[in-house]
């Protein structure tokens, strides 16, 4: 799977591939 992180309608950072819950919660936490 691949998830874009998008910031103002641009696309800021990629996440491809599995990932834990904890992980995905880390990067989310950058942007938020």
Known sequence: PTMLIKKDG???????GY??????????EEYI
Do not use: A, G
Request: zero cysteines; charged letters at 30%; proline letters at 0%.
């Open 10 to 16: 641009q696309v800021v950072d990629t996440i491809v």
């Open 19 to 28: 990932h834990t819950k904890e992980q995905l919660q880390k990067k989310l």
